[in-house]
């Protein structure tokens, strides 16, 4: 058993694809119209192409529990999920630089760094890099 997809909830795809792929520099993998409004959408990492893809999930639209819970995970400021990057401070410089607005800045915390940024999307996301 291995994974090969993960969720991640939007509010709105297209925004999201924009903001994934134009500033956090993923590939879009699929693109596949579900109905109307709705699309299989996933995008993979540019170093792992053939790796785990990433889905943008529209269900706080759709799923009032979705939308609860990625409500309170941002009130209280916690991150949906982290992505590793080889240095936290120069990703950190490099999304500063394209208005990615950050609650938490490179903090050293022992065995890794992190900082936290907000997707636009309704996520906090963790940037993790392990020292």
Sequence with gaps: MKVTVISIPVRDQQKALEFYTQKLGFIKKLDIPLNETDRWLTLVSPEDQDGVQLV????????????????????????????????????????????????????????????????????????????
């Design 56 to 131: 943008l999930e529209p269900g706080p639209v759709h799923f009032e529990p979705c939308r609860v819970y990625q409500d309170a995970l941002m009130d209280a400021g916690y991150p949906y999920t982290q992505f590793d990057v080889e240095n936290v401070q120069e990703e950190y410089d490099r999304l500063l630089g394209l208005d990615v607005e950050f609650s938490v800045a490179p903090t050293d915390m022992g065995t890794v760094k992190i900082a936290v940024f907000n997707d636009t999307c309704g996520n906090n996301i963790q940037l993790v890099e392990y020292l």
